[in-house]
Structures are given as C-alpha cells and as structure tokens.
C-alpha cells in the first residue's frame, strides 16, 4: 500500500531564505507526483505536476523536483514570501487500480516578516 | 483557468437528514473525485468518477453514495447524515490521469 510522509509537519523561517519541502513515498509505481497548496478553511490549490519520467518543473519560484527510484520528492521554494504561509501538500498519483492520488499530511509553513 | 464550483461552503445538518453535496466543473473533465479532510487523518478518497455513470468507491465509501448524470456534475449524497461525518468535504476533477488534479473551495460540513 502507497504511503506518503511530509517531514516536517511545520517549518517558519524569515521572509527572504531559500527553503526545501521534503516529501517521499513508499511504492515508485506511480504516474505523476503534484504538489498542492491550501490556505486556512479552503480546498488545494494546484502548484506543480511531475510525470514519472520527468526529473523536476518550474514555475516562478518554485522548483519540484522528483527521484522516483528513491521515493523522493522536494518542493524548492527561492526568496519566501509572507504570502508562501499556507500548507502544502504532495500526493502521487498510483499506477495500479483506481490511479487515484495518495496525499503526505502536508507541511505546514510560516514565513515571518 | 479550471473551475470547480461546490454549492455550498458551510452547511449544518441534523442527524438522520439525507444531505445532499454538489459539485460543478466547467471544463468537461473526465475525472471527478470527492475527498473529505480531517484533522490528523488527512485527506481520504470517498468515491470517484472515470465518466458519466461511472462510479468507483474510494478508501472510506461507508454511508455514503454518489451521483453522476452529466458530466460536469457530480453529487455527493449522506444517505443519514451522522456526528461522525462532520468534516470538511473537497471535490476535485481532471481530464484525465496525466492532468493536474483540480480543487473546489470545499464545503465544511457539522451534523449536530
């Protein structure tokens, strides 16, 4: 059975550093991994998609990268913002049965100004 | 840009009442999902959708069932609406599965 880990399950550093989310799953029988950010009381927005057969995607400033082979995935996020506090959360997507997604408890982040 | 639109973001209910979730996406996605979201236990699969009519039971489908008679609508249905399904409620849709999962706003859900 698939099972996602987010460790840490809360981070703050101050406004400005450079910062690494870590996320790994057990079982490398996967179609895509997505990282995902929720803000308070709201549903998950969509930030980055990796295929299985990519190594990383960029968007601004954030940078996802994927080792399928270790179970690995890191969400680099370059000169943080007040506005990056939110949770953030990885789920891949499995190959067998249903291709549903299986989600990390998420990551909790505080940037302080 | 992907919308998916839940009707309601907050909802109070009694036990025993029949509640109904709705859930639309206006980009003719094949996929449709329901997830709930607690505290600690994350976010679960309830059931899903590959296409119209098409329903599969996902990791907790206990209590409830599901609608799709269009494609761009999927419905959430607590046949018994109990204390124990107080929790927020997420819907998600996809073309397809190499495409990004997307997200309705969720709709928060108290059964007193």
């Known amino acids: 059975k698939q099972e996602v880990t987010q460790i840490p399950a809360a981070l703050s550093v101050p406004e400005g550093e450079n910062l690494v989310l870590n996320c790994s799953f057990t079982?490398?029988?996967?179609?895509?991994l997505q990282w995902f950010r929720q803000d308070p009381g709201k549903g998950l927005t969509s930030l980055l998609l990796?295929?299985?057969?990519?190594r990383e995607q960029t968007s601004g400033r954030l940078n996802a990268s994927l080792d399928k082979s270790s179970g690995r995935s890191t969400l680099y996020i370059a000169a943080s913002q007040p506005g990056d506090s939110a949770t953030y959360l990885c789920?891949?997507?499995?190959?067998?049965?249903?291709?549903?997604?299986?989600f990390g408890q998420g990551t909790r982040l505080t940037i302080n100004p | 840009d992907v919308k998916v639109t839940q009707s309601s973001r907050y909802l109070v209910k009694r036990t025993g009442e029949k509640v109904f979730l709705e859930c639309v996406q206006d980009?003719?996605?094949?996929?449709m999902f329901w997830y709930r979201q607690d505290p600690g236990l994350g976010l679960r699969l309830i059931y899903f959708?590959?296409?119209?009519?098409?329903?599969e039971k996902g990791d907790i489908p206990e209590g409830y069932s599901v609608s799709r008679e269009k494609k761009e609508r999927f419905s959430l249905i607590l046949e018994s609406a109990s204390t124990n399904q107080t929790s927020m409620y997420l819907c998600?849709?996809?073309?397809?599965?190499?495409?990004?999962?997307?997200f309705g706003n969720g709709t928060r859900l108290t059964v007193t």
């Open positions: 998600a849709s996809r073309p397809g599965v190499e495409s990004p999962l997307h």
């Open positions: 079982d490398s029988a996967i179609y895509n």
């Open positions: 990796i295929q299985s057969s990519q």
């Open positions: 789920a891949v997507c499995i190959i067998q049965g249903a291709q549903k997604l299986v």
């Open positions: 980009m003719d996605h094949e996929n």
């Open positions: 959708s590959y296409d119209v009519k098409m329903k």
